[in-house]
């Protein structure tokens, strides 16, 4: 249940950014504005894939899923306190 939420959030964020550059930018170039915007969302995920993956062949697979969760859960507890 949380993830459909999770999913229908980001989907409707996306949505509304794509819907606010398509009115600010002239007719002919929202073709490419709105590509730039979607390339700036997939960018970093290739970027990002690419050197967790050489990271995750060099360490302790163990010790990497440790940190990682830790600090994933580190800013929910803050909140939560």
Known sequence: ???LISLSGST???AAILWQVALRVPEHQ??????LVELTEVV???VFSLVS???ADAMDRRR???LT???RKAPALVVGI
């Open 1 to 3: 249940m949380g993830q």
């Open 12 to 14: 409707m964020q996306t």
């Open 30 to 35: 929202k073709g490419l504005a709105l590509g």
């Open 44 to 46: 970093p995920i290739i």
């Open 53 to 55: 993956g050489v990271v």
């Open 64 to 66: 990497l899923m440790l």
């Open 69 to 71: 969760e830790s600090r």
